[in-house]
């Protein structure tokens, strides 16, 4: 009986230093991540895309310019990464929630957390809606001709 007993705690034990070894996305700790398929943390949980739409564009670019061409450019980096192709990286959803929800993605998220590591700046809150973070995804799926 003692044996049986001793046997379950092994397998209990083992059994959560198992589940200890994931992370909140259920992913194992150092599992390599797609990032075409990371949503990001934030409250964009889903964005269905259509056709581009130029009025998005157009304010999306506006917002842009005035919000986040002192750190971002699409061919070179400046302080944040160039933005080239990012749509074509990264999903929409983890798009919109590094600009609504930067310091908890970095905090969170383990790409954010790459981002951190290699552009040591971290990326400010840039007070946007959602409207304007997903009119600012529009004109960066534009200039990515997608």
Known sequence: MKHKFLTLIIILSFALVLNCKENDSGQEEGAPVDPLKEKGIGPVKEVKLGAIESSMVERGKATFELKCTACHKFDEKVVGPALKDVTRRRTP?????????????????????????????????????????????????????N
């Open 93 to 145: 959803e983890w798009i919109m929630n590094m600009m609504l929800n930067p310091i908890e993605m970095t905090k969170q998220d383990k790409i954010a957390q790459e981002l951190l590591a290699t552009h040591l700046t971290q990326m400010t809150p840039q007070n946007l809606s959602e409207s304007d973070a997903r009119d600012i995804l529009e004109y960066l799926r534009k200039m990515d001709g």
